[in-house]
């Protein structure tokens, strides 16, 4: 678990984003963070030799590398070369299947010693047999997303996994001028309802999850329009925040709303976590509680002065 040490120095949540799976995810760091974790355990150790230390240690940390590149958020695997986040899109970021698997073979493991390494083995082979099943369902999901929305030819088109279910997925594609997206589920149960009611307590979130996610041939496609270029636009991309988030977006989504006085407001969101279940959670103005959205919003002044910026709260 050491790569996720890098929240210790995140600092607010722009900083999180700038940080986070960066160079502890770093495949061409890990021999060196490795070696050092190695001394380390030679000093708590010392009847091990520093090679097996080190194996330890690398294999460690390739594991957490490697899984966290198979789910949606964008892992910098190659920092300090390329700051650019790779994703396989299979499993959910937080997936209580896959934390699930390892977790009761190592509680098994220690309950029953003497069995200890065959349980390891079968737990160990649950776990990559559920990580094929996602991929399999992952490319299944691409394939009917396709065939949905038909994306023009080189589009940059993806299917994000979601909570609770590796079959629910959110399709996104980009188009010339606006970005496509869909929530369906291509499981056997899919369920889905015409009109789904985000949940007003946050106990609710798993009753009416379902509801959001109809079979493919009832999904419906939304479309959400690119902003053209302005002068509100150019001000508040060259904030390093702005910067920042667009940095780490996959599918960046700007809007622009300009005043009869020529203030405006900018937004920028991600439309992987478009979900109303994704994001921190919090109190509103009304004190119910709420998915605090993941919009990063500047407001100018009709000059182009900045003057206001942050993350917007509130609830959606």
């Known amino acids: 678990m050491l790569p996720d040490l890098d929240f ?26 490795s070696f050092g974790l190695a001394l380390l355990g030679r000093w708590l150790w010392r009847e ?32 300090p070369f390329t700051r650019a986040r790779y994703s396989l899109d299979w499993v959910f970021i937080l997936d209580p299947f896959f934390t699930g698997i390892p977790t009761v073979t190592l509680i098994g493991a220690l309950v029953f010693r003497a069995r200890a390494r065959w349980l390891c083995v079968a737990g160990a082979a649950l776990l990559l047999g559920y990580i094929g099943f996602c991929a399999a369902v992952h490319a299944r999901a691409l394939a009917v997303w396709k065939e949905l929305d038909r994306p023009p030819p080189g589009a940059q088109v993806a299917v994000v996994p979601q909570f609770l279910s590796p079959f629910r997925w959110l399709g996104i594609a980009e188009h010339e ?40 041939e009832r999904a419906r496609v939304r479309s959400f329009p690119r902003a053209s270029g302005s002068a509100a636009r150019e001000a508040a991309r060259r904030l390093p925040e702005v910067r920042t988030f667009t940095e780490f977006a996959r599918f960046p989504l700007e809007t622009v709303v300009i005043s009869r006085y020529g203030s405006a407001e900018y937004s920028i969101q991600d439309l992987r976590f478009l979900p109303f279940f994704a994001g921190p959670w919090g109190r509103d103005e009304s004190g119910r509680m709420g998915r605090q959205p993941f919009v990063y919003r500047v407001l100018l002044e009709a000059s182009g002065r900045v003057v206001g910026r942050g993350f917007v709260s509130g609830r959606l």
């Open 177 to 216: 001028t606006e970005v496509h997206t869909a929530f369906f589920d291509v499981g056997p149960f899919a369920k889905g309802i015409d009109d789904p009611k985000p949940p007003e307590r946050i106990w609710d979130v798993l009753r009416v999850l379902p509801d959001f996610y109809p079979p493919p």
């Open 48 to 79: 091990k030799r520093l090679s097996e230390l080190w194996l330890l240690c690398a294999v460690g940390q390739a594991s957490h590398i490697l899984f966290d590149w198979m789910t949606s958020y964008g892992t910098m695997l190659l920092v």
């Open 8 to 33: 210790l120095w995140a600092g607010d949540r722009i900083g999180y984003l700038r940080t986070h799976r960066g160079w502890t995810h770093s495949f061409v760091l890990l021999p060196v963070v």
